[in-house]
């Protein structure tokens, strides 16, 4: 399954996406998120462990700011992917995300 694709004379995607490599484990440390003035955000952060589905593992609102949010280092198995999916309030609006995690092993 194809979850995103990086065109070539781009070089990156946009999404904000990981899978934890093998042998690893990682500790989530913080999720941000920034939506643009006058529009609000409604999202979470999801997992998919190894060969099950996306779970929804923190909600998140986000209203014309930037929101920086404490995960208290969720620990998260190898070969989990981790995305952060949500919807705002326009038919168009500019929004940032990113996480931080800590890989150990």
């Known amino acids: 399954t194809v979850y995103g694709e990086i065109v070539a004379d781009e070089g990156q995607t946009l999404q904000c996406v ?3 490599p093998n042998g690893k484990t990682g ?3 913080n999720v941000f998120v920034s939506v643009a003035t006058g529009k609000e955000f ?5 997992f998919r462990p ?3 589905v996306f779970q929804i593992k923190e909600k998140f609102n986000a209203v014309a700011s ?3 949010l404490p995960m208290n280092w969720i620990q998260i198995a190898a070969k989990t992917d981790i995305e952060i999916r949500g919807l705002v309030d326009a038919t168009t609006a500019s929004v940032a995300s990113s996480f ?6």
Do not use: F, M, V
């Open 100 to 105: 931080s995690i800590l890989l150990k092993g």
């Open 66 to 68: 930037s929101i920086l």
């Open 50 to 52: 190894e060969n099950e």
């Open 42 to 46: 409604t999202g979470g952060i999801y």
């Open 27 to 29: 500790y989530l440390e």
């Open 18 to 20: 990981y899978t934890i």
